[in-house]
């Protein structure tokens, strides 16, 4: 439970369901290790029962992979539940095992991103994949947060097509519609003046989220537009990494590096913006993508997995190749050099997101699913 969209959609379901008198939730997650932050603390004061099993962590480790499947097993059996909804790679392959093995009614399993990729080891790929079909064979249905995710998982022999679904994943709107009103005092903040054209991006310094290629096309940018300004939001392993790489481009004095902030904030981060960029590598379905048409920002993004389902290039944003720096900071400059389309697009792009990705959408379709599924199974009265 770190501060991510995977995360954030998991928390954000258990939430919604315990409004309804008609389920009970218990969320077992592993520990919020490393720099990126934790919602266990915001899990706890939204009264959501939360269990927390030590050994269960990204990294591959068959001692404590071993050790976490049991203890799945163990509360899976003590709770009994009807339905196991299971989030994340590790995680799922671990939970949907278990649950199977416990004889759950209901077991599904919802694809935030796929853990084999165009970027990864080989050998790795396919130890994930096999893991994956394995897994597939264990739960009742799998929920994609993008159609993208679907043709992958399919492509690559995952599971039948009819064992998807999609689901958009679903966010709290308010924050970000609301959010102009807190402009000017993070600019403020942050040292950015009236004048200044901030690019941001959120997420994690980690690998793959593409920081390098921003901060690489931050040159070009900067002579096309002197007045730019770069906004970074997020914590991670990469952070003196990054530093360094700015200092010998030269572009370090442009660039904030704003660390970890608290999820609340994110809106404020975002208004604080001209243009957000999203330049990872490997995302199921970016919420900042959404988050940033929801601000009324616009949005260059590298055209990877589920992107193109909220920007639409020319119409809702600007879409350009992975890992093309040159396009990158084209795209961004363009968007700097023609605010009116630049507007248009944005408002274009929230008009089409506010409905489409509203948490309460997501916990109602979820929630019909969950029915669905206990009705074939004749479990419904659970």
Known sequence: MILGG????????????????DWDVTLVTGPALGPEGELIRRAAKAGVPTIIVPELRRPIHPWRDAASFAKLLS????????????????????????????????????????????????AANAMYILAERLAAGCCDRIVSVADAMTRQAVAAGVAAPEKFVTIYSGMEMDGFLNADRLRESTRR????????????????????????????????????????????????????ELRRQAQRLGVADRMVFAGLVDAARIPAMVSAMDVVVHASLREGL????????????PVVSYDVD??????????????????????????VVDLIHRPDKAAEMAQEGRRRVRDRFRAETMVRQLEGLYRELLAEKGALSR
């Open 189 to 240: 903040e942050f040292g950015f003046t009236d004048d200044d054209v901030v690019i941001g991006k959120v997420a994690r310094l980690f690998r793959l989220k593409g920081y390098e290629y921003v901060i690489e096309a931050a040159p070009r940018i900067v002579r096309l537009c002197p007045k730019a300004r770069f906004l970074f939001v997020g914590d991670g392993i990469l952070r003196d």
């Open 286 to 297: 970016a919420r900042v993508l959404v988050q940033a048409l929801l601000c009324a920002k």
């Open 75 to 122: 509360i899976i059996r003590s709770i009994a539940p009807a339905v196991v909804h299971t989030h994340s790679s590790k995680a799922g392959i671990l939970g949907r095992m278990a649950a199977k093995a416990a004889r759950v009614p209901v077991i599904l399993h919802t694809i935030h991103g796929l853990p084999f990729h165009p970027y990864g080891n080989p």
């Open 6 to 21: 995977a995360q954030e959609n998991t928390l954000l379901t258990c939430e919604g369901l315990l409004q309804s008198p």
């Open 306 to 331: 589920g992107a193109s389902e909220v920007i639409v290039d020319g119409v809702t944003g600007r879409l350009v190749a992975p890992k093309s720096v040159e396009e990158l900071a084209d795209a």
